[in-house]
């Protein structure tokens, strides 16, 4: 089955700062990409999602990068701000198969005064 | 519109004991799926309903987990005989699901911890 790796763990960048966060994938059948961020004891949400037809995402901020050769994928958080503090995960899926999404451990994220 | 819910939001048992935890996914949501995060870990799936079809279980960590989905919409999640190492948030998430694109986002619930003493 699908296995996603999430790299690093924790991160701690000057607000400000670009903060990029990298995941790899093993099943090269996976197509669907989506980061979730989860803010100190709230659910995680969707913040931006990339499919395999596509190398680059662009949302605000926020940026997601695929790359299908190497089965890696990046988030790139550019201007960080405090709010954007979080733990943040990657995840894929094969949605041809079924909806069922694989999760990254996640990254805590501090952004510093 | 309402989200997807979970209840109860916390849960202290004894060791030993059963507990049911349950999720009401959004309306028409076809697919659901239950989680388990341990503190400062990931998120573990546990199993994933889709529709009518035979529920995906491969995540469920032992035969003492079981989940039930009636009427395609409530879920409920069994921990049978629980044991310290069982507790955790256990979060629900339900998605429209299908082939199409942009169906697969999962909206989470605010999950159930669960405390095992």
Known sequence: ?113 | GAGVSQSPSNKVTEKGKDVELRCDPISGHTALYWYRQSLGQGLEFLIYFQGNSAPDKSGLPSDRFSAERTGGSVSTLTIQRTQQEDSAVYLCASSLAGLAGGQETQYFGPGTRLLVL
């Open chain 1, 1 to 113: 089955g699908e296995n996603v790796e999430q790299h690093p763990s924790t991160l701690s960048v000057q607000e400000g700062d670009s903060a990029v966060i990298k995941c790899t994938y093993s099943d090269s059948a996976s197509n669907y990409f989506p980061w979730y961020k989860q803010e100190l004891g709230k659910r995680p949400q969707l913040i931006i999602d990339i499919r395999s037809n596509v190398g680059e995402k662009k949302d605000q901020r926020i940026a997601v990068t695929l790359n299908k050769t190497a089965k890696h994928f990046s988030l790139h958080i550019t201007e960080t701000q405090p709010e954007d503090s979080a733990v943040y995960f990657c995840a894929a899926s094969n949605t041809n198969r079924d909806d069922k999404i694989i999760f990254g451990k996640g990254t805590r994220l501090h952004i510093l005064p």
